[in-house]
């Protein structure tokens, strides 16, 4: 796997949102991030990834119990709002991965999901140049 070009990718894209927090490449399964990051010394990115793979399992555990992609549809987000954050996971579409990011509250959410979906496409391709 590229991690080089992962990493350089997650740069790029720090520089583009306000209010940037953290963000990391996960492994759905393991909860293991394989690129990525956090700016804050109080925000442990390898936590997160780590248990937001649990949320996301969880998620996907639920909506197969409504009934699956039939009932609910495909997963695009799942947002997490805060006081202080709005975190959003996006599933990438092999279900292995995700992405997450974390942003202050002073971010643009709107303008953010659309940096996360622009750069889900150079993430899976960096991913499969292993």
């Known amino acids: 796997m590229s991690d080089n070009k992962l990493t350089q990718l997650i740069d790029e ?5 306000s209010g940037f927090i953290s963000t990391d490449v996960v492994e759905v399964e393991s909860g293991i991030s394989v690129a990525g990051g956090s700016i804050s010394p109080d925000f442990d990115s390898d936590v997160a990834s780590k248990k937001y793979a649990e949320v ?10 409504l009934g699956g992609k039939k009932t609910v ?10 006081t202080m954050a709005y975190l959003i996971l996006i599933p990438f579409p092999d279900g292995k991965y995700y992405h997450g990011l974390a942003i202050s509250r002073d971010g643009n959410l709107a303008f953010a ?15 499969s140049s292993s």
Do not use: C, N, S
């Not at 894209?13 to 949102?17: G, I, N, P, S, T």
């Not at 996301?56 to 119990?65: N, P, S, V």
């Not at 495909?74 to 709002?81: A, K, M, Q, V």
């Not at 999901?113 to 991913?127: G, N, T």
């Open 113 to 127: 999901r659309l940096v996360m979906k622009k750069y889900q496409p150079l993430f899976i391709k960096a991913l």
């Open 56 to 65: 996301l399992k969880a998620h996907q555990k639920a909506a197969q119990a």
């Open 73 to 82: 549809g495909e997963t695009e987000d799942i947002l997490i709002t805060t």
């Open 13 to 17: 894209m720090k520089h583009e949102l």
